[in-house]
């Protein structure tokens, strides 16, 4: 079945230092989207990318769709204290299936 | 416009007995997921449902099931609990099948089972 491999799965860095995060797939997606798990929350949306190649800004977060469309990353610039949490990539395959395959994560922590 | 509301907050049991989840919808979203959350795991797909039927399954076992309701409201259903069933259950609502449609998460139930 269709496998979403993210790496890192923990970062640490420095509040103002970049954070980036990737995505891989098994397979070829329609499309991927990202979410944001803050401590003790649950998942929020933050973004989908559905074209080829699409870079996608949100402030301090640039998203990028890989050209053959089976990887994605998330980078952020400048790291806050407010950017911590877990960081999920979620990927459907081209063609008829349509169930949302989640990446492991990546929790990141900001040290002040 | 209201959430994604689950309910129970917080449930323990224990193994062998067996536990209903609740799950509302935003206003007008007509399709549910169900995730099972767990540490080692991350977010498994259990299943989906639409117009009270069900699209899409995750590969968990037949312990796990669930049903939605003509008003879109889900529950999920969980017999002989083991030890391993201890998760945090997040409940996922959209719009509609479409392969692009956001999916809203609720709070969570965590469930515990001792």
């Known amino acids: 079945g269709q496998q979403v491999m993210q790496i890192p799965q923990y970062q640490h860095v420095q509040e103002g230092e970049d954070f980036t995060t990737y995505c891989n797939s098994s397979?070829?997606?329609?499309?991927i989207q990202w979410y944001k798990q803050r401590p003790g929350g649950h998942p929020v949306f933050l973004i989908q990318l559905v074209k080829s190649g699409e870079v996608k800004k949100q402030k301090r977060l640039t998203f990028q769709f890989g050209e053959a469309k089976k990887n994605s990353s998330l980078h952020i610039t400048a790291t806050q204290t407010t950017d911590v949490g877990t960081y999920f990539c979620a990927g459907r395959a081209s063609g008829s299936a349509r169930q949302l395959t989640f990446g492991s994560g990546t929790q990141l922590t900001v040290l002040p | 416009k209201a959430g994604v509301t689950q309910t129970p907050r917080y449930l323990i049991k224990t193994r062998g007995q067996q536990v209903t989840l609740s799950c509302s919808p935003i206003?007008?979203?007509?399709?549910v997921s169900w995730y099972q959350q767990t540490p080692g795991q991350g977010l498994q797909f259990l299943f989906e449902y639409f117009s009270e039927t069900q699209r899409n399954k995750g590969n968990f076992p037949g312990r796990f099931s669930g049903r939605q309701f003509s008003n879109s409201r889900s529950e999920m259903n969980v017999s002989t609990l083991e030890l391993g069933d201890s998760a945090l259950y997040l409940c996922?609502?959209?719009?509609?099948?479409?392969?692009?449609?956001?999916?809203?998460f609720g709070p969570g139930t965590r469930l515990t089972v001792l």
């Open positions: 397979t070829t997606l329609s499309n």
């Open positions: 996922a609502s959209s719009l509609s099948l479409a392969g692009t449609d956001t999916q809203y």
């Open positions: 206003s007008g979203h007509r399709s």
